[in-house]
């Protein structure tokens, strides 16, 4: 097998994956994020201690959770 380039070579005759656009990776980015919010309680308890309870506020807003955030290192919501 001939490889083409350096590091990252691709072997000859290899088809590439197409480059996600900006806007797509920006989309699943948002979602992967909105996902992880679902998945963690401890991060919708912040939201309602901060007075954020309506599920349509938090879509609209756009609002996720980053799951290695301070609540993965077991941070509540009193250390805010």
Known sequence: MQLLGGPAAVPAGARRQPALDA???LQQTY???QQQLA???EAR???AWRGIHEAALIAGMG???DPNSLF???A???DF
Do not use: D, E, K
């Open 45 to 47: 308890a912040y939201l």
């Open 39 to 41: 998945r963690f309680p």
């Open 72 to 74: 993965a290192a077991g």
């Open 23 to 25: 806007a797509q990776l």
């Open 31 to 33: 979602q992967f994020y």
């Open 63 to 65: 609002i996720g959770h």
């Open 76 to 78: 509540g919501a009193a």
